[in-house]
T-cell receptor, first 111, second 113 residues
């Protein structure tokens, strides 16, 4: 069945540095790739998404890239701040309505 | 404002009990999902429903069933609760086409003793 793998499981960076989280998916029919941020004790919330007809999307300090051939997509956070500390989830979705998530990355931004 | 509401924030049940987790959304969304969240395992899909009375198994349906009699409500049922079902349960909803944001409930932390 569909599978989404996410790496790394934990990531610690210095404030101001960049952070990169990578995901791979197995279903070639996947066409929508959202990223969610979950702060401690809160529900996951969408921070950025990308569709299969686009290779890159940027929103201020956050960017996502998609390589359909390799079935890879990545989240890039530049100029990290302590409030970026959270768990980040990638996900993939196709026309089957399923929304499959990765295992999550715990990002810690050290002041 | 978008709202997905789960009936309980915390729940403690005994082994063997039948447990109902309720989720209600007020956005007229067709698709609804139940996930469980465990440390290191991410969000694993239990069941989803793409329309009223329609349901499909996710990746870990064993020990669970669901009910969707009305569009706004999606219930997760643990037929006979076991300790390995102790977890955080998250409900989500979204509207077709499939390339849209899913909105999550606040989660129910279920402990089975």
């Amino acid at each position: 069945g569909e599978n989404v793998e996410q790496h790394p499981s934990t990531l610690s960076v210095q404030e101001g540095d960049s952070a990169v989280i990578k995901c791979t998916y197995s279903d070639s029919a996947s066409n929508y790739f959202p990223w969610y941020k979950q702060e401690l004790g809160k529900r996951p919330q969408l921070i950025i998404d990308i569709r299969s007809n686009v290779g890159e999307k940027k929103d201020q300090r956050i960017a996502v890239t998609l390589n359909k051939t390799a079935k890879h997509f990545s989240l890039h956070i530049t100029e990290t701040q302590p409030e970026d500390s959270a768990v980040y989830f990638c996900a993939a979705s196709s026309s089957s309505y399923k929304l499959i998530f990765g295992s999550g990355t715990r990002l810690l931004v050290r002041p | 404002d978008v709202k997905v509401t789960q009936s309980s924030r915390y729940l403690v049940k005994r082994t063997g009990e039948k447990v109902f987790l309720e989720c209600v959304q007020d956005m007229d969304h067709e698709n609804m999902f139940w996930y469980r969240q465990d440390p290191g395992l991410g969000l694993r899909l239990i069941y989803f429903s793409y329309d009223v009375k329609m349901k499909e198994k996710g990746d870990i349906p064993e020990g669970y069933s669901v009910s969707r009699e009305k569009k706004e409500r999606f219930s997760l049922i643990l037929e006979s609760a076991s300790t390995n079902q102790t977890s955080m349960y998250l409900c989500a909803s979204r509207t077709p086409p499939e390339n849209t944001e899913a909105f999550f409930g606040q989660g129910t932390r279920l402990t089975v003793v």
